[in-house]
């Protein structure tokens, strides 16, 4: 943005509250939001996301895995520049063995991407107006997490028309 970084990414960390589980349901909330950043050249950030996940294995009698179904939606702004939206629709599977837990799923997404903005570049229009759907539709997911207690560490793989790769650590039960 106007030269502020010179990077080819922009790490962000987003904080997840788990609220659950009551009746084998269970919240995922997540918020963050940032300032403007060098005399507001570089526009503030804010994404916030919701889902709920039921348990369908409490439902099975003897159910060798946890089984489960999801609905996720999440916002991403940058400023007036980007405005993207997901939403997720899936069922996941895992099973705990001692301090270890393999899981995986399934999933249709949809997302949107507007781009908005004027350049000073003179060998290009002024307005730069772009909207676009999300490339993936259904998403398959592997992972696995370790659990030490009170602190956990997951990292999994994506694989759909885009594959991408995940890691986090957690705290709590």
Excluded: C
């Amino acid at each position: 943005s106007d030269g502020i970084f010179n990077t080819s990414i922009l790490p962000m960390a987003v904080p997840q509250l788990r609220i659950g589980s009551l009746y084998g349901t269970e919240v995922v909330l997540r918020f963050i939001a940032t300032p403007a950043i060098g005399d507001n050249k570089f526009p503030v950030i804010t994404f916030w996301g919701a889902g709920a996940r039921h348990s369908i294995s409490q439902y099975i009698p003897n159910s060798p895995v946890d089984i489960a179904a999801s609905f996720f939606y999440s916002d991403f702004n940058l400023g007036d520049l980007i405005k993207a939206q997901g939403t997720s629709f899936g069922v996941q599977a895992s099973k705990s063995i001692k301090i270890l837990m393999l899981y995986g799923g399934l999933s249709w997404e949809k997302s949107t991407l507007d781009l908005s903005y004027t350049t000073t570049d003179p060998t290009s229009t002024p307005l730069v107006d772009v909207s676009l759907n999300g490339a993936n539709k259904f998403r398959a997911t592997i992972g696995v997490g370790v659990n030490f207690g009170i602190f956990k560490v997951f990292a999994d793989a994506n694989f759909g028309t885009v594959t991408n790769y995940s890691g986090g650590i957690g705290f709590g039960r």
